[in-house]
């Protein structure tokens, strides 16, 4: 499976440069590529680490496509910036939602019969484990990692009121609640601007600081002599780029007055992730105020 995912991932590379930008791209890989690799996944849910591992590498490789970070970019901080989910995590909500169909009657009546075994009846006394099944034992860890023995025990371990959800997609939502959306105002600008305000977010940018942290450079020093040229000192204090930050802050200050929020309020950090008390259109204005200024500042022209 991890195979087929390489010479896809491959052809979204040589897009990823191209006129392709994040959005694009994102939609091909959620809605052309990712799809492959679950294809049937609730079957193969016993696979090894090793194999969960390779096709997990493959979502890893497209998220770096995508989003244009790089290597040194944590996988964790990877999913915050794409709001996707581990495919792991996926089979997982997959296979509770077959057995939550299987247990309601929603699927061939064959599988039904699975569940009136002896090993898998459901406790039919009131208790606070109402909607439980019985914990199958099993000897052999690919048969204790297999569809029946491994779902039973992952929906034991759902709450009550999830496990007995009056409908499928009340069931669904009670696994969906702890997903969060990206911002669009991520994936606007040209595709350039777009992958050096990401890595500016994800702290992989070429500045001294960031490859310096990622034991790239041996210094963080600025060119104009300061010690640390982080992403504080990029937007605020380089004397390089005066004349960008000049502009920057008169388009932030006519902003600020336009949608009557407080200019102070508009820190580095908001330039970099947005601000979650303001408007998408608020947000988005300032990633255009920002991209203006990384394309003028030139800072970032070769990488």
Request: some cysteine; aromatic content about 10%.
């Amino acid at each position: 499976m991890a195979s087929v995912g390489r010479p896809i991932n491959s052809w979204i590379y040589c897009g990823a440069y191209s006129t392709l930008d994040r959005r694009t791209l994102e939609i091909v890989y959620l809605t052309h590529i990712r799809p492959i690799l679950e294809y049937s996944n609730i079957v193969f849910c016993n696979l090894s680490d090793g194999d969960s591992e390779k096709l997990e590498s493959t979502q890893i490789r497209a998220a770096r496509i995508i989003t244009g970070a790089t290597i040194s970019c944590s996988k964790a901080n990877l999913y915050l910036e794409t709001g996707w989910e581990e495919l792991k995590t996926r089979r997982t909500k997959q296979q509770l939602i077959f057995l939550y169909k299987i247990k309601n009657n929603m699927t061939s009546p064959s599988l039904q019969t699975f569940l009136e075994s002896p090993d898998l009846l459901t406790r039919r006394y009131p208790t606070r484990n109402t909607g439980e099944f019985n914990t199958i034992m099993a000897r052999t860890e690919n048969y204790k990692k297999s569809f029946f023995p491994s779902t039973v025990s992952k929906w034991n371990s759902l709450d009550a009121k999830s496990r007995n959800a009056p409908s499928l997609l009340a069931f669904k939502s009670s696994l969906n609640n702890d997903l969060t959306s990206v911002p669009n105002y991520y994936k606007i600008g040209t595709r350039r601007n777009q992958i050096t305000h990401t890595r500016l977010r994800l702290g992989c940018s070429n500045l001294m600081y960031d490859l310096y942290k990622n034991f790239i450079k041996p210094r963080p020093n600025c060119l104009c002599g300061h010690h640390t040229e982080d992403y504080i000192h990029y937007f605020m204090n380089c004397p390089l780029y005066n004349v960008a930050r000049n502009t920057m802050d008169l388009q932030l200050e006519m902003l600020a007055q336009t949608h009557n929020i407080p200019l102070d309020s508009v820190t580095t950090d908001t330039l970099l992730v947005g601000d979650l008390n303001f408007s998408n259109i608020v947000n988005t204005k300032v990633f255009e105020i920002v991209h203006n200024y990384i394309h003028s500042s030139g800072r970032f022209r070769h990488g």
